[in-house]
RNA sequence: GCGCCCGUAGCUCAGUCGGAUAGAGCACGAGCCUUCUAAGCUCGGGGUCGCAGGUUCGAUUCCUGCCGGGCGCGCCA
């Protein structure tokens, strides 16, 4: 890790764990309740949390509040706990038992029916089985890949591309109103030299020695973009001043490799809502007026003939060149007035992604909001760090600069687009990720996106053999859940029911890689789950004797071959039915499938 | 030099708000296909959470110092 985590967060922590809600909500009574009769002093109730305790012993849910509070109440954490625990008012309605550990956990094992609820609530919300209403409608920009048009998309600008898609998904699912958009850098130097490359290549094609551009685009693709020009204007372009020969190749190669990032972003199955032209800025007169009015109130000044804001007044560590002396705009003013023009249209909260080499520019561009008025939290920064590609556990070299890299389209066309966004959100998004190519082709336990797919074709394999058989297929509203009393089985419940949790904490921070362990997770405890455990009865065509001294052989290993009644299959099937759920649910805010067989 | 960050198993990394005996995958070793998909499962060894202090009932988590590493410090994008 390089890059700091950003660790405010935005919206209110809550729960949205049916089983948590209700645990939260009866020490919350309990606490109000001792309260009332004078028992504790509770100045200010507290936020309460639950932790997940590590041991089974402990009970389903923990909570700290007791020792937390023990200071306050000038109490020893035991006591107190012991007095929010005599508080608890139908304390069986919701809890086989409660104890009080140590210092002063209290360790709760809730009812079963409550768990069970949860498979309920994930048949009912469908899809929506880890949505909430967190953001309230509050509107947000994410603003990714922005990659200069000036060449093809690079492994790079792929973990962006699902950073940025995996984000604004989460930041949907969570309530907010979300605006994808990608900022096309279509001025300044970078597209004059694409201009100036691809007019020296198509001077070459067409027998005119000349000179390359010392810093210009050197990739393969100029030669296969001046082929194009050569191709659409023939010779034409050979008549014209240089200057104008290298507008037009400028415009051609612009729209032709723009048109190729979008369609390498179809492909990856990215859409965005809005592309934003810088050209169109600066020609509107966008940044001069910005410029004029920073100057008016005198956050810009002149200084050895440049123009410079006054970044420092807002916490930068000096102040920025906006005009250099020569007069061009650096790309500073053109983000300054993108950024305000963001931020007048209303959105309460700004989310860039950039490459992490850009985390100097942070401190700047939180100046640019303050200066506008606005706090700096109104934007958010997420780093996306480089990608190594390895192939079988070596480096794949790159070299940029003489214009050899692996591009989005090759990795895409190599690994599939699911497998090469699972990758690309298996790390925190500011850490270095090794990406194994030949890895993520495999087709085995030790891939992770095959992993989790996995899971999600086999159970839907599951429910096509159910049907062949003829054996009925419950939901869990219509299947006798009571018949679920296996540890195993409550492992998976209690799983499935911190999803929205995840989703949340997920969003709030806007890392996506935590869904991505999650899901690793819950496909582990699906697989063990199948592997142990039969969900249907043993088919009926397959001989008896055969399969008795099958289970003799069976038990020898140390497995059991359960029997397994029409109700408990059906109830097993009703499990199988919310872990997929949850499994597609969670594939779907990534931008992967949940593919049917596999 | 200044600033921002990072240091968790051999490797790559999780670890939310400070919680109980610190986790996963890979790699390594030993096993499992007459099954509802083996694209799967089981078991095993592995750790001074960089070091030293501090705060706390309790620190991998918060604070300070040190050691090691990364990045930034352009009128480049």
Redesign the pocket.
């Known amino acids: ?5 950003q ?1 405010k ?1 935005f919206g209110q ?1 809550v ?1 949205h764990d049916i089983v948590q809600e209700k645990v939260i909500d009866a020490l919350q009574d309990a606490l109000q309740e001792a309260k009332r009769k004078g028992q504790l002093k509770v100045e200010s109730i507290p ?1 309460l ?7 089974p ?3 389903d849910l ?1 909570s ?1 509040v007791a ?2 509070l ?2 306050s109440e000038r109490r020893a ?1 035991y006591d107190v706990a012991q007095i929010i625990l005599d508080n608890i008012v139908r304390r069986e309605a919701l809890f086989d038992r409660v104890e009080i ?7 709760m094992t809730v009812k079963r029916d409550l768990w069970l609820q949860v498979l309920a609530e994930i048949e009912s919300r469908g899809q929506a089985y880890g949505r909430m209403a967190l953001g309230q409608g509050r509107r947000v920009l994410v603003e990714y890949v922005s990659a ?1 048009p000036t060449g093809p998309l690079h492994v790079g600008h792929g973990r962006g591309a699902a950073v940025g898609q995996a984000i604004a998904k989460l930041l949907q699912a969570t309530g907010y109103e979300v605006v994808q958009e990608y900022y096309i ?1 279509d001025a ?3 597209m004059k030299l694409l201009g100036a490359s691809v007019y020296a290549k198509y001077q070459e094609l067409l027998g005119r020695p000349v000179s390359f551009p010392a810093e210009g685009y050197r990739g393969a693709y100029i030669e296969t973009v001046a082929a194009h020009v050569r191709e659409q204007a023939g010779e034409s372009v050979l008549n014209l001043s240089a200057e104008q020969a290298e507008q037009r190749c400028r415009e051609l190669a612009y729209r032709e490799l723009l048109e190729n990032i979008r369609q390498d972003l179809r492909a990856f199955g990215i859409e965005f809502d809005a592309w934003f032209s810088e050209a169109s800025l600066l020609a509107s007169g966008g940044v001069e007026q910005v410029l004029s009015d920073l100057r008016a109130r005198d956050l810009l000044f002149d ?4 123009w410079w804001f006054r970044s420092s007044s807002f916490g930068d ?2 102040d ?2 906006v ?4 007069g ?5 003013a053109s983000d300054i007035a993108y950024h305000r023009d963001k931020l007048q249209r209303g959105y309460d909260l700004l989310i860039d992604v950039w ?7 942070i401190p700047r561009m939180e100046a640019v909001v303050q200066a506008y008025g606005y706090p700096k939290e109104r934007l958010r920064v997420v780093l996306v760090q480089m990608v190594n590609l390895l192939r079988g556990g070596r480096k794949v070299e790159m070299s940029k600069r003489a214009g050899e890299f692996i591009t989005m389209r090759e990795v895409m066309d190599e690994v599939g687009a699911d497998a090469a966004k699972f990758f690309f959100l ?3 998004s ?5 990406f194994d190519l030949e890895l993520a082709k495999q ?6 996106v ?2 989790v ?3 999600h ?2 159970i ?3 429910f ?3 049907e062949e058989r003829g054996l009925p297929v419950p939901k869990p509203s219509a299947a006798d859940l009571s018949l679920l009393r296996d540890p195993d089985e409550f492992g998976l419940i209690r799983k499935l029911s ?1 999803y929205p ?2 989703v949340q ?1 997920s969003a709030a ?1 806007l ?1 996506p ?2 869904l991505t ?1 999650y899901l ?2 819950l ?2 405890l699906l ?2 789950f ?7 009865p ?2 009926a065509d ?2 008896v004797a ?2 008795a ?2 289970v003799k ?2 038990s020898e ?3 059991q ?1 359960e029997q397994v009644s029409p109700d408990l299959t059906g109830a097993r099937l009703a499990l199988m039915y919310a872990v997929q759920q949850v499994l597609r649910n969670g594939l779907g805010l990534l931008g992967i499938s949940a ?4």
């Open positions: 890790m390089f890059f700091a985590r660790k967060e922590v729960s936020t949390t639950l932790d997940l305790p590590k041991r012993e402990w009970g923990a700290t020792m937390s023990a200071p954490p550990a140590r210092p002063g956990f209290l360790n200069n850098n300044g130097r970078q200084q050895d003939g440049a560590e000096k920025r060149v005009r250099k002396q020569e061009d705009y650096t790309y500073l490459g992490a080499d850009h985390h100097g520019y298996m790390r925190r500011d850490t270095h990720l090794d087709q085995s336990a030790e891939n992770p095959y992993y797919q996995y899971a074709a086999r839907a394999s599951l096509r053999v159910a911190a949790s995840v904490g921070a890392e890689h935590r362990f690793q997770e496909a582990g697989h063990t199948y592997f142990k455990h039969r969900i249907m043993v088919a397959q001989d055969e399969a001294a099958f052989d069976a290993m140390g497995k071959r593919p049917e067989r596999m």
